[in-house]
């Protein structure tokens, strides 16, 4: 699914959280949107699944505009992973994925067998399977965030857009998510991410797209726009691009500031 | 976690209501044997005899029985949806007291001024609580769970004010009536109760059972919910409409026995777990079980009636 980025401008009041973005994104790819806090990610993710309504541009999939979809049309090819995400209740985790089937429902319906038989096989795709009758209240937060994923999956969506999905995570479980979003690209699904840490994006995308005070200021390949000159603008810190043994793999490491 | 087993479970929720039923019938001050119930049963499908406890039990215990099982039903699915679609499990002690605060102002208007039915006066405030609330919360332009809350709080806080008012100025001679309303009157009720507030509350509970899933959906998350497909303001709205017509229809009826919207979920949940597609089946049954012997208790512990509300 291409992705098609107009012209998008989108404002908190009158405050301005995104500026003209023009940006396309082509199918089949792990894209990773990278920018320090307030640089727009969240407000761009949230602006591509409908969440937020632009000021101005538009957006398109595959040449359709995403406002003119209907709503159960449009959640049957996006799926979203949401940032946070608080349980209020301790439902079983199956459950929580089935949720995923609900663009696919009538008002009046619930699951059927065959939902839930794709809702066990999302959570196969996640590595996830013998979660399914945990209460999801219970989980480690790189639990959730691999449920959450699943249900997105159950979506049978050709894009997932997801928010941040290794925030709060410890740094086995960064990579196991972002592998685990990889592996799913590898099987069809274009993915959309906004990550904090250069070095995750590095690690595990096809193309990154910087952000900065709701600019985009560079998109490509992680070799051609991760490096100190695009840090230094991004983050407003020396960075030392190190590369390891493994040419393909880069590590971005802050130069320490002496501290007095 | 709980009594999980699918068929134990459905066995004991269909069979606690019966039972319940069957005890509340038979408890009071003329204690009956449950063996006599399916005899008059008999007798007066084939209209054979007048038993002499015909009028007791058909005219006196069953409707009050019914409205019981009605009531308590009706507050335990409410309940449980109001709790999952505000994501608190507090909401219904606050829809508990705007209703009742309407109710009362409708029915005690009424009642000193004596020109409408009670029922009629009392269902009409009651609609219009349900109206203010909503209608208050949207006034930063969305319905959050957060905005209906404190909507309803200042509805409830309104209706409070004006109830006050009237039990001030009410002749002396109302005084006790009004509190027996406040404090549930079910021992009052009588088939004319029972019919009045059977088909809303019957339309409200159905809609919201056939609701279920997206009750669910709601208690997810606003934007989850939006991100798959639902519009989920609209669907607040109706499940909040059905939740709300269906606990004014019987609160008009049968005053205010509040603690069932709360305690009934709760016991649910620990018996089938927070199951959507169980859940508010399940209150539906628990509910009426559970205020059932609790009334039985109300009308057979002492020598005179405790009011179930307390």
Same mark, same amino acid.
């Given at each position: ?78 799926? *979203?992973?949401?940032?946070? +995400? ?29 939902? *839930?038989?794709?809702? *066990? ?47 709060h995570l410890d740094f ?6 972002? +592998? ?15 990550? +904090? ?37 991004l983050y407003d810190m ?23 | ?5 699918? /068929? ?16 509340? =019938? ?33 005219? =006196? ?10 009531? $308590?039903?009706?507050? $335990? ?83 409070? $004010? ?42 409200? =509970? ?37 939740? /709300? ?12 026995? $509040? ?14 777990g927070s199951d959507p ?34």
């Amino acid at each position: 699914m291409i992705i098609t980025v107009e012209s998008l401008t989108f404002c908190y009041d009158s405050i301005p959280a995104l500026r003209n973005i023009s940006i396309e994104i082509s199918g089949g790819e792990l894209v990773t949107i990278l920018g320090p806090n307030g640089s727009g990610k969240t407000t761009f993710l949230k602006c591509l699944c409908r969440l937020l309504k632009p000021k101005a541009g538009y957006i398109c999939f595959d040449k359709q505009p995403i406002w003119r979809m209907k709503p159960k049309c449009f959640a049957q090819q996006v799926g *979203y992973v949401p940032q946070i +995400h608080s349980p209020s209740f301790p439902y079983r985790v199956i459950d929580v994925v089935a949720s995923g089937r609900t663009p696919y429902l009538s008002a009046l319906a619930t699951p059927s067998k065959e939902d *839930y038989e794709i809702a *066990y096989q999302a959570l196969e795709a996640v590595g996830c399977r013998e979660l399914a009758e945990r209460l999801y209240t219970q989980l480690s937060g790189g639990e959730l965030r691999l449920v959450l994923i699943a249900r997105a999956l159950a979506q049978q969506p050709k894009i997932l857009l997801l928010d941040e999905p290794t925030s709060h995570l410890d740094f086995k479980n960064k990579f196991m998510v972002m +592998h685990t979003i990889k592996s799913l690209v590898k099987k069809g699904v274009s993915a959309v991410v906004s990550e +904090h840490d250069p070095n995750v994006a590095v690690a595990s995308s096809d193309k990154v797209i910087l952000m900065k005070e709701g600019n985009v200021i560079a998109y490509g390949k992680p070799d051609e726009v991760v490096n100190e000159e695009t840090m230094k603008i991004l983050y407003d810190m020396h960075v030392e691009v190190i590369s390891l043994t493994n040419p393909q793999l880069k590590f971005i490491a802050p130069k320490m500031l002496n501290i007095q | 976690m709980g009594f999980r087993s699918n /068929s134990a479970s459905f066995l004991l929720l269909v069979i606690a209501p019966l039972l319940a039923l069957t005890l509340h =019938i038979c408890v009071g001050k003329y204690p009956l044997t449950p063996t006599i119930i399916p005899t008059l049963f008999i007798e007066k499908l084939s209209g054979v005899s007048e038993h002499a406890l015909e009028q007791l039990v058909f005219f =006196i215990r069953l409707p009050r029985a019914v409205m019981a099982a009605l009531f $308590g039903a009706t507050m $335990g699915v409410t309940g449980a949806t109001l709790q999952c679609i505000l994501k608190t499990p507090c909401k219904p002690i606050h829809t508990r007291h705007i209703l009742w605060c309407s109710c009362g102002c409708g029915s005690f208007t009424s009642f000193n001024l004596g020109v409408i039915s009670t029922e009629v006066s009392a269902f009409a405030f009651a609609l219009l609580a349900i109206f203010l609330t909503l209608t208050i919360s949207r006034v930063r332009g969305s319905l959050s769970p957060v905005s209906i809350v404190l909507a309803g709080i200042i509805v409830s806080a309104l209706f409070q $004010g004006v109830l006050t008012l009237i039990q001030i100025t009410a002749q002396p001679e109302n005084v006790s009536a009004i509190v027996g309303w406040i404090s549930g009157r079910l021992n009052a009720v009588s088939w004319n109760h029972v019919l009045l507030s059977m088909p809303l509350a019957l339309v409200g =509970i159905l809609g919201v059972i056939l609701l279920r899933w997206r009750v669910f959906m709601l208690s997810l998350g606003d934007e989850e919910a939006k991100a798959l497909g639902m519009n989920v303001e609209r669907e607040r709205v109706v499940v909040t409409v059905l939740a /709300s017509l269906a606990v004014s229809s019987v609160v008009t009826a049968a005053g205010i026995i $509040g603690w069932v919207c709360l305690i009934a979920p709760h016991l649910t949940r620990l018996m089938v777990g927070s199951d959507p597609k169980r859940l508010l089946p399940a209150s539906l049954s628990l509910g009426a079980t559970f205020l059932l012997v609790a009334d039985a208790l109300a009308k057979s512990i002492w020598s005179y009636e405790i009011p179930v509300e307390f």
